[in-house]
Each structure stands twice: as structure tokens, then as C-alpha cells.
């Protein structure tokens, strides 16, 4: 089992920061794939941001490209999100995600290729 403990959501104005961040539990942090999603109420859980093993690879959703950075620290066994110029449109839960025993030769994008899931953590950007 993976645990992931997500922390720093929170209300923003827009235009303000915000940074997310995920602990996960285990020994082999760097053999994790790992990933943020979102859900707002009424919609899908959407990919935020996704970041392979040794960070070499990085996916952004459209929505968020060019004012977010995705990055981890296997020493520490934490992955961030960094948003900036936040809108309300970002309103959301935020998930952090991993897989596990991920091959790394690839980003992973869909919520079905990730096996453990944090509890989420809410982000609201007040207009």
C-alpha cells in the first residue's frame, strides 16, 4: 500500500499561487510515476500535471500550461504543484496520484493508470 498525503490547497484570489504538495509513504518513491488531477463538482476527474520517475518527463493539461510546474524530490518522497496565475476556472479537489512500478518510458495521463490516490485537497480562486 501507498498513502499520499496532499497539503497546501487553499482560497486564492485570482491571479494569486498556490503550491500543492504530496508525501507518499514507501521505499522506492523513484519507481512511482506520479501525478495531480482535479475534479470540480459536476465533472471529471481531469490530469492537471503528471511527472515520470526521475522528473526527465513532465505532461501539462492545456488549461494549465505555462503557468504550472510539476516537480519531486525522491529524497524526500514529495511531488509539488506549482500554480500560478490562478483563475476561478482552477477551482477544484485536487488529487495527487502514483504508480507504481512504473516502467518510466512514458508520462502516464489517464486517472486509470495510476493505482493509489490521496484524499484530495480543495483549492478555491475567488474572482
Known amino acids: 500500500q501507498v498513502q499520499l498525503v496532499e497539503s497546501g490547497g487553499g482560497l486564492v484570489q485570482a491571479g494569486g499561487s498556490l503550491r500543492l504538495s504530496c508525501a507518499a509513504s514507501?521505499?522506492?518513491?523513484?519507481?512511482?510515476?506520479m501525478g495531480w488531477f482535479r475534479q470540480a463538482p459536476g465533472r471529471e476527474r481531469d490530469v492537471v500535471a503528471t511527472?515520470?520517475?526521475?522528473?526527465?518527463?513532465?505532461y501539462y493539461a492545456d488549461s494549465v500550461k505555462g503557468r504550472t510546474t510539476i516537480s519531486r524530490d525522491n529524497a524526500k518522497n514529495t511531488v509539488y504543484l506549482e500554480m500560478n496565475k490562478l483563475k476561478p476556472e482552477d477551482t477544484a479537489v485536487y488529487y495527487c496520484?502514483?504508480?507504481?512500478?512504473?516502467?518510466?518510458?512514458?508520462?502516464?495521463?489517464?486517472?486509470?493508470?495510476?493505482?493509489?490516490w490521496g484524499q484530495g485537497t480543495q483549492v478555491t480562486v475567488s474572482s
Open positions: 496520484a502514483a504508480r507504481t512500478n512504473d516502467s518510466g518510458r512514458r508520462v502516464r495521463i489517464t486517472p486509470g493508470e495510476y493505482d493509489f
Open positions: 514507501g521505499r522506492t518513491f523513484s519507481d512511482y510515476a
Open positions: 511527472i515520470s520517475r526521475y522528473g526527465a518527463m513532465t
